[in-house]
């Protein structure tokens, strides 16, 4: 049976699983068949899971007996820093090669009550440290549009499986746009929710005041469906919040969207995507929607306060991976020797990089000159969004200030490296919610490479986000 994975939707393979076109087993078949075909250049996936078909068996019977809700039956990957009971989580570090979750992550749990099947675990770069996918410990994931080029990172395989049709959908982890960058590299749609709106139990902490799970999709509804599917308040993350609705109608509403003239004034972006926003503005105002000239005067220092907020708590939360109470451990080694050379042997340069970063940032002597002054800034970087909220609903920026770059361009030079993130860091800093969505194309040498457009909205307000994102893209 030949299933269309390129132009399937969640709503569409829910549909024909009820009606009985095909079973939830012949949907799994089907994209187990398109990574055979695919994932050995593209390399999204570091396990498939074994136990596919017997997943889809058991979401059959749950159509069967009249139990299904709209996600059973339907195919998701995750990414590995997620952990699911009785597989694999390693982070794509060598230091968790073997390590096995022995309980499932909130979000997990949930999904499995909706009789979804998991695919299998994708690859990131060594715990969501990387803005490539080149950090990972288990090699490069290429991107689906051109395998010269990165898919974007942390989560570049769980974008690449969605964008290669490898997964209907996937989960991945945004900590400074580790969802939304990957997203416009990859011409997908992607959700970093409210920093809470997720719980983040069973999920491995990089930088825990920062960290939110959220969904990839090639449309908006698919994410929003995944992202109803896994918010709530969980007493197992006391950062959670409670679901609030909103009793706004936003159906065809005109939005009021405010662009930070100033900030995309700084220099570094390219040509191509300026003029793309341009031209997506004025595409929202034939839609009806209204574009405001915002202020947003401190977001400049949003990349600084980033690199210092974070690394200060990588350092804290890598501390448990030391050899003997995670990961693995080089033996013959006596005493302190034995904690040194198991780190040295299973950690990244990436990874270690920022270790020692947040560890002097944490220092005496240092610890109020950076780590304290960051947070101070952070709170006027909050004030901004809160401000600008007053008067506008949603505010529009690129994702990102350049199209997927070639493989090993970056990944020798941290600071260009992490000048990628310029767009998508302030919104993790604030806790407000953002989406990218694809916004165009720019050709090189005959291969269109997808561009990214980045929605705002305030807390809990990711209702908006869905419903400029649909009257954006003409999403019904």
């Known amino acids: 049976m030949s299933i269309d994975l390129k132009n399937l939707t969640i709503k569409k393979a829910h549909e024909a699983l009820l009606k009985g076109e095909y079973s939830a087993v012949d949907l799994a078949s089907a994209y187990l068949e398109q990574i055979k075909k695919t994932d050995k250049d593209i390399h999204a996936y570091l396990e498939v899971f074994a136990d596919v078909i017997e997943q889809a068996k058991v979401a059959d019977e749950k159509i069967k007996n009249g139990k299904a809700g709209l996600l059973t039956g339907i195919p998701i990957a995750v990414k590995d ?13 060598k230091i968790l090669e073997n390590y096995t979750a022995t309980y499932d992550a909130t979000v997990i749990e949930k999904l499995k009550n909706e009789g979804v099947v998991f695919i299998g675990r994708t690859n990131m770069d060594e715990f969501a440290m990387g803005g490539s996918t080149e950090n990972s410990a288990y090699g490069t994931t290429k991107n689906p549009y051109d395998l010269e080029r990165v898919p974007g ?71 929003e469906i995944l992202f109803n599917a896994i918010k709530g308040q969980d007493k197992m993350d006391s950062t959670t919040l409670p679901n609030k609705k909103s009793e706004e109608n936003l159906s065809g509403k005109k939005f009021k969207i405010g662009v930070p003239k100033d900030f995309l004034n700084i220099g570094g972006i390219d040509e191509s ?73 299973g950690l990244g340069r990436e990874v270690k990089r920022r270790i020692i970063l947040g560890t002097y940032v944490l220092s005496s002597g240092y610890y109020d000159a950076y780590y304290n002054k960051a947070n101070i800034v952070r709170e006027i970087i909050k004030d901004d969004y809160k401000k600008a909220f007053k008067n506008v609903d949603i505010i529009a920026t690129p994702t990102a200030p350049s199209v997927a770059f070639k493989i090993g361009e970056k990944v020798d030079d941290p600071l260009q490296m992490y000048l990628e993130d310029i767009f998508t860091v302030p919104i993790n800093l604030a806790g407000v919610p953002a989406i990218s969505i694809p916004s165009g194309m720019k050709n090189i040498n005959g291969k269109d490479l997808p561009i990214g457009i980045q929605f705002i909205a305030d807390y809990n307000r990711e209702d908006k986000l869905f419903a400029v994102s649909k009257s954006f893209l003409e999403e019904k």
């Open 81 to 93: 820093n997620i952990l699911i009971k009785g597989k694999i989580a390693s982070a794509a570090s």
């Open 273 to 345: 995507i300026v003029k793309n926003f341009q031209e997506s503005l004025e595409k929202l105002k034939a839609l009806g929607h209204e574009i405001i000239d915002i202020e947003l005067p401190n977001l400049k220092y949003s990349l600084a306060v980033y690199y210092v907020i974070v690394p200060a708590e990588v350092s804290s939360n890598m501390a448990r991976y030391d050899g003997m109470r995670y990961g693995k451990r080089v033996t013959g080694a006596t005493g302190i020797e034995d904690y040194f050379l198991s780190r040295q042997a």
């Open 153 to 223: 990172g942390s989560s570049g395989g769980s974008a690449a499986a969605v964008a290669s049709n490898e997964s209907l959908v996937s989960l991945g982890s945004d900590t400074g746009g580790s969802i939304r960058q990957p997203a416009s590299f990859c011409g997908l749609v992607g959700l970093k929710p409210t920093y809470g709106a997720v719980s983040r139990y069973g999920v491995m902490a990089m930088g825990s005041s920062l960290d939110q799970i959220g969904p990839f999709g090639k449309t908006v509804l698919d994410a």
